[in-house]
């Protein structure tokens, strides 16, 4: 008897809150069925031309559907758009021999719902608070909807949390740290806070923190900052003191986490999964504009003790001295927010969904 191996089609595209999800399953879905075929649905100037090709998978492209918030001419052309991207989409996944989709968001989800729909069985994954539109609809026929945390607003949707990486969920900070540090080039012993605003990076963070090198210098402590690809950081050297390191862009976040005691950082959903994971103590800063779900995001961390949470509008060098500081000086604080971090994750998010995305497909 031939057992046929099963294609698993990816949607989730824009973003790396999007993207990064989808290829932690992929991953995932190979360790469990090494034969398996994993495809994923994107767009040519979506984040997922670069991401997913750049860990091995196959892209399939397919016209983007922009899903316009407000009432605007664009609106008007969305069914003409919608049609034609469906129609690509399901050509794309009889070419394949889809026999699952699994959508997480973003402008190729709506069109892969829709093509997947009475053909392949369907499920949603929503790892913010605030559910976007693509996901809205795809929840309403798909099999099973399945969301990071309780609270979810989508119907059925079952806590699983969000599919991370296994380099992050089984990264060993302290066993990794020595490694990390001198990759960065920083003090292999002093206090290291950790700064990065996304994959942009983030201009309040960049000035606040940097506004603040002198006095993070005398205090002690070392700074790793992702400053953003189109962002320059030109940081005073403090001879004697442990070194400020600003970087464009981490290409390795687990030697970035395994060199911190601490970070600073945007709450996207993906980054308050992964400090969390890593048990790093956090500030979070979230995003000043948008339906606040960076803040939602950041709460249940708050709530645990393993993170503070300050507005961007608060967020000066006078802050970073008086809040921060202190915070990233205190081993024993640290040690604290560190464990209550570590018990809010969902590390084995990726297997649980990849089993049941398999079972699905017939094993």
Known sequence: MTVTEPTVVLAGGGTAGHIEPALALADAVLRL????????????????SKLVPARGY???????????RKLTPE?????GKVRESVKRTREVLDRVGADVVVGFGGYVSLSAYLAARGRVPIFVHEANRHAGLANKVGARFAERVFGAAD??????AETIGIPLRRSITALDREALREEARAEFELDPDAPTLLVFGGSQGARSLNDAVSGAARELAEAGIGVLHAHGPKNTLAVREFPGAPAYVPVPYLDRMDLAYAAADAVLCRSGAMTVAEVSAVGLPAVFVPLPHGNGEQALNAEPAVKAGAAIMVDDARL?????????IPLVSDKSRLATMGAAAVG???????????KIVLEACGG
């Open 33 to 48: 069925r090494p034969r398996a075929r994993v495809v994923a649905l994107g767009t040519e100037r979506g984040l997922e």
């Open 58 to 68: 196959e892209l399939e492209l397919v016209p983007p559907v922009p899903l316009p």
């Open 75 to 79: 609106l008007l052309r969305m069914p």
């Open 151 to 156: 609270g979810t607003p989508l119907p059925r």
């Open 316 to 324: 000066t060098p006078e802050w970073v001295v008086e809040h921060v």
């Open 344 to 354: 809010l994750g969902h590390r084995e998010a990726d297997e649980v969904l990849a």
